[in-house]
């Protein structure tokens, strides 16, 4: 037969064991922040140095699906070289620490508008087009509105947790 004590007791040892889970997810979830932001900054460095490489080593292939694209189309002198230089040159403010917060914003920033473009593609376009250079073109659309959203949503993770002031800034590297 149960008696107090032992229901006492086991109380007392589920809320042990409940706050023993508490800290080691608020452990785990402060270390994750901490590799987020340095993660995140080295994927997006890739992404953008692979993409806008490409890009630029294929320029004039870029421009002409650039070309087909309505509305923009008749951009290309200024998109052409435009998009893959913005890439190279957001992924140079991410090496810099003092630049690092603004490269997130506008990785950040430019991975919505590609995600924009994908999602209005999808909606009005019968023959969609993708020049995002590189083996990410050979992903379905599907696939490529999915990994443009989990850049858009770890930016934006990694943003909130950014520290404001430039004391702390420097440390993040």
């Not at 509105?145 to 850049?151: A, D, E, P, R």
Request: with cysteine; charged share 15%.
């Amino acid at each position: 037969m149960l008696s107090f004590t032992k229901i006492k007791t086991a109380m007392e040892y589920l809320i042990h064991i409940s706050s023993r889970i508490r800290q080691t997810g608020r452990y785990l979830l402060h270390k994750l922040e901490r590799w987020l932001i340095p993660t995140l900054s080295y994927a997006f460095i890739f992404l953008f140095v692979y993409t806008g490489s490409d890009k630029l080593a294929h320029l004039e292939r870029f421009s002409r699906g650039i070309m087909k694209i309505p509305y923009i189309g008749g951009l290309v002198p200024i998109i052409g070289p435009g998009i893959p230089l913005l890439e190279i040159g957001i992924a140079l403010l991410l090496i810099w620490p003092r630049s690092k917060r603004l490269g997130l914003q506008l990785a950040t920033g430019l991975m919505v508008l590609f995600t924009l473009y994908l999602g209005l593609m999808l909606l009005f376009v019968k023959n969609r087009l993708c020049h995002c250079g590189g083996v990410i073109e050979s992903l379905g659309w599907g696939q490529h509105i999915v990994f443009n959203l989990i850049f858009v949503l770890l930016g934006s993770w990694a943003l909130h947790l950014y520290p404001n002031n430039n004391k702390t800034q420097n440390t993040i590297k």
